[in-house]
């Protein structure tokens, strides 16, 4: 039986590939290629501390800002739970007095002034941005915004977002944990906040692509959802990915092997480049495998494939990207199975009626 098993092919990389990977490692090569970004580095610690401590502390400032205005108590809004000192405090902090100077929380206008005002002066440049630090971006958090979505329109948006995002502490502690060198240097990156100014994507035409030793080895629609008019653009597609990859990205990019982000908009006749990736197995392969991408052999007359989903899939549809960091599991698996939707649903009914008679409790 063991014999159908092939063993997991590896996919080495080392800190300097991931290095290379780092936003501002790549993007002055090919600025004229990706949105208009404002790059700060090095971040101050005071503001990598802000991200790795518990909650969420938002600046209470003189301009009127959504997330720090003081709610008005009313019928709507009025929970059993409601705080009676109105903080902007997110977290679960509940220090005696005495310990409230070693619990302290950073707090961006004391510690950061510099930075934060920094940050409200490329908002007022570029009227909204999608944040990230090195290498990723805080795609887990967007649930915390009213919009759903990466956009912030505020300092405030930056700071929940990022304090939210498991992505983000991804980068500030476990950049090169995977890295063949791991051990040779303890060093930690120098981390740096990114900001891209808005733009709305089409996520239908954004694509993944492989380059193994100077060679496209494959291509993958990036948002997993089905849409019908992919198909008989992918000539149009590959056409364009071979040239920017020969023609722009390969005499300047300093490895051999990467993974590249691309958005190609109507009317398909330019290619933005959205994020280079270091070709490990932490980067997701979406539509192959990294098995796949190792062992595939490719001849001069070979042609490498550009996967997009040929059919609508409910199951995937229903399970939106990053869904799993996002939501607890209970609630992704529901939404994707009517009998778990039942179970959860009574699930809920029970714990409504618990709180009820906890309510009806206090009252006595
Ligand atoms: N300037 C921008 N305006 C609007 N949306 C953007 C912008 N830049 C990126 N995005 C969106 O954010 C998504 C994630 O960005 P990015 O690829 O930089 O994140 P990442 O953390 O590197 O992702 P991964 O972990 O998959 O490599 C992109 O797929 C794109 O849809
Ligand atoms: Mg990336």
Redesign the pocket.
Known sequence: MTENYKPLSDVPVTRKQIENCTFSNWYPLFKEYA?K?EIIKPIPHEFIQYLEQDGITLPKEHDPSFYTVPLEKNEENEYSDWEEDGEQNYSDDSSDDEDVEKLRKVNPLEDFPEFHNQLKSVLDKFGS??P?LN?????DATWILPNN???CNEVNEIYLLLNASN?IMHDLQYAFDDCVDAKESLQKPTFELVL??????N?AL?F?VFVKDKEVIGASQ??LNYYDFLKPLTNTFKDLIDEFVEDTVLPKFSDDSF?L?I?IPRPFNKVFL??I?PFARK??SLMFSWNELMTTKKTDEDDYELRIVLKNNTGRFACKEHSENQVPDDVVQASLDPNSIRELAVKWKELLAMQKKEETNDVI
């Open positions: 949105p970004t941005v999608a990230k290498w990723s971006a805080p795609q979505s990466m956009k992505y891209r100014q808005w733009f709305d994507i996520p954004e993944r990036r948002d993974v982000d958005y959205i994020d990736n980067t997701d």
